[in-house]
Structures are given as structure tokens and as C-alpha cells.
């Protein structure tokens, strides 16, 4: 139903480097339906595992939530950030 793709893949570099600034340069997902954006996930800068998902009220019922939620933690829980500057 969904594809989650990273709206800034190029930033993942700058992570490397840099790690994510105290959550300046978190990963950004979003929510997309036959190529058109459904929505997005909102990352908490302030917090290492806080998130919000936003879904446009048309794509909401697509999807179960549950389905959606799953997805997503596994996204965040594979690709996490560097807090600190690693060639990892």
C-alpha cells in the first residue's frame, strides 16, 4: 500500500561525518501512495525515540494503523542515526 523513502537521502553523508547535531540532522521519512505523498514521519529532535505519523485523512484508512506502525519502528530501529561523528 505504502512506501517509506528517506526525504533526504544525500544528508546520510553529512552524518557520517558530522553525527546528527543533537537531532539537526535526524533522518526525515516520508509516506508516499503511488507516488503521491500520503504523509510523513515526524521525528522529535529533542528525543532519541520519539515520532509522530502524519497521514493526509484520504490515505488514512488505506493501510491498518498497526501495519504502519510496525513499519515504521523497523525503519527507525535498522537506520539510526549517529549521535556522535562514525564512519558506520
Not at 12 to 26: D, W
Amino acid at each position: 500500500m505504502f512506501t517509506i523513502k528517506d526525504d533526504h537521502p544525500r544528508a546520510c553523508l553529512l552524518r557520517k561525518i558530522f553525527g546528527n547535531q543533537g537531532g539537526v540532522l535526524r533522518s526525515h521519512y516520508g509516506i508516499f501512495a503511488e507516488e503521491r505523498r500520503a504523509g510523513f514521519v515526524f521525528l522529535d529532535p529533542t528525543s532519541a525515540n520519539k515520532f509522530q505519523i502524519h497521514l493526509d485523512f484520504a490515505f488514512a484508512r488505506l493501510a491498518n494503523p498497526a501495519q504502519m506502525l510496525a513499519s515504521v519502528l523497523y525503519i527507525i530501529s535498522k537506520e539510526k542515526d549517529p549521535i556522535y561523528p562514525s564512519p558506520f
